[in-house]
């Protein structure tokens, strides 16, 4: 199987290639040529494993160049450690009633849903490094908007042959997320504050991958650029992994039966999470309706409404802070897939949306959109709501992330009456956004800092994950902050 670029067919790439390259070299995304079939004979065979073996037999169909005892070895250390994730079950369902379940994506060691791909992807990344015989030290360039950063620095603090550097928005990033990237630990790490919003720091990190004078002095240093954000299929691929795992428990449980389609509800930010249950569904998962949840930066809800994205809106700094981006650069993905792999109609709309700010898609692309797609979104007091609605009506406590899908979700059963089976997924951890979380339930008067942890405890009883716990104890390394225009003298500076 070859990776295409979405802006040029003509790239074609092994699967190591193009994990370590990351991005193509014209700034399309690196894709699978073809998708391999997912039968229900395969999803039977998965039923019975645990979740790291299930990874395994979903990665080996798009990783032609990886052995099976190269991908067995990643997700056993990735996984199968109990000091990484609390749950032995990696990816957990938890039911809220015989319809509806929320598939809690956050056991891992950042207490983010970044960790389910951020635990293999240093693994396929070194591997790669070596299939390809690069021999040069890979600099790893990471944009976030609260939870890729700490899940990328994490999985590769002292990974031999590897740099890692993470940009986040000064003030766009909750307490416990800051403070998570600027403790860090590791030799290679390096972490930095950018003056704006997300979509300043990723088009930041895109325009540094693109700038060919930047890549040439890395050459001569010894480094070339790769990433750890979802532009990198490395970083989709182990995501594709729990939409096929949490079928499986839902068939283990009774709540389904093999073939009987389920809608998912995914908080939706760059894309990459909800793309990887289409992709699943593209396969041959018995995938229903997908329900893209987004918050006040409900560009994804206008344009799966009217086919038309546009940037060109206010910014809204919210509750959940990772759904805060106005350029979902995995769409691209998306719309290359649906317009028949056309490269260029494709590489038309990237141009508009960099020139304009806006593209309107064809009416084939609409038609799909709107065959496979929901759209809508959650404003803060709704989300607020919701967290104390569901903590009362279930006992069970959500961040604000997943209080946008479980309302969207609701608000789609209300607008259309399908009341078929559905899982919400929850990208983080509530203890990650203590002070929404608690202002949410009624307490006025928040603790700053580590201390709102132990106030959320003692509101709910409910323990906060040992990683967040342990931040108490850790001291403070990076504070440097820089405007956009300044993101390459941090990376040249790093590289000294």
């Given amino acids: 199987m070859n990776y295409v670029s979405t802006r040029n067919r003509g790239v074609s790439l092994t699967a190591s290639q193009a994990i370590s390259q990351g991005l193509a070299r014209d700034g399309g995304l690196l894709t699978p040529e073809t998708l391999p079939r997912l039968t229900p004979e395969m999803l039977e065979d998965l039923r019975g494993k645990p979740y790291a073996q299930r990874a395994v037999a979903v990665m080996q169909l798009f990783l032609e160049d990886f052995s099976q005892e190269e991908l067995t070895a990643f997700t056993q250390a990735g996984y199968a450690c109990p000091e990484k994730f609390d749950d032995p079950k990696v990816a957990p369902l938890h039911p809220l009633d015989g319809n509806t379940a929320c598939l809690e994506l ?64 000064k003030d766009g990033v909750s307490a416990v997320q800051a403070l998570q990237m600027q403790t860090q630990q590791g030799d290679n790490v390096g972490v930095c504050a950018v003056h704006g919003n997300f979509d300043d720091a990723q088009t930041g990190v895109k325009t540094l991958f693109s700038d060919e004078k930047l890549r040439g002095d890395l050459a001569e240093r010894g480094y070339f650029l790769s990433s750890a954000n979802s532009i990198n299929w490395g970083r989709i691929l182990p995501q594709l992994v729990y939409y096929i795992s949490a079928y499986c428990d839902l068939l283990n449980a009774g709540q389904i039966q093999m073939g009987e389609k389920v809608n998912y509800c995914v908080p939706t930010g760059n894309f990459g999470n909800i793309l990887a249950c289409w992709y699943a569904g593209q396969m041959g998962l018995p995938v229903g309706k997908l329900i893209c949840a ?22 809204h700094t919210t509750m959940s802070p990772s759904m805060d981006i106005l350029v979902s650069s995995n769409l691209e993905r998306l719309l290359f897939a649906l317009s028949g792999q056309n490269d260029r109609e494709v590489a038309g709309y990237m141009q508009q949306l960099n020139q304009a700010g806006k593209y309107t898609v064809s009416d084939q692309i609409k038609a799909r959109l709107r065959e496979d797609f929901y759209g809508g979104f959650c404003d803060e007091a709704t989300t607020s709501r919701t967290i104390d609605q569901v903590w009362k009506e279930h006992n069970y406590l959500i961040d604000p992330h997943t209080a946008v899908a479980y309302h969207v979700l609701e608000e789609y059963r209300q607008t259309t009456g399908d009341r078929r089976p559905a899982v919400f997924v929850s990208t983080a951890s509530p203890f990650k956004f203590c002070d929404s979380v608690l202002h949410s339930l009624g307490v006025e008067q928040v603790a700053e800092g580590i201390g709102a942890l132990d106030q959320l405890t003692a509101a709910t009883g409910r323990p906060a994950p040992a990683p967040l716990a342990g931040l108490r104890d850790k001291a403070v390394r990076f504070t440097h902050s820089v405007d956009k225009g300044q993101m390459m003298d941090v990376v040249l500076d790093m590289l000294k």
């Fill in 106 to 169: 956050w056991h891992g060691p950042t207490s983010a849903f970044k960790d389910m791909a951020l635990q293999i992807l240093p693994h396929l990344l070194s591997a790669s490094l070596v299939k390809t015989q690069e021999d040069k030290t890979v600099c790893i360039l990471v944009a976030t908007s609260g939870d890729t950063g700490k899940a990328a620095l994490e999985g590769f603090k002292d990974v031999d042959r590897t740099k890692i550097l993470v940009f986040y928005p």
């Fill in 294 to 315: 987004s918050n006040s930066n409900n560009v994804l809800t206008d344009f799966l409404a009217t086919g038309t994205y546009d940037r060109n809106r206010p910014f």
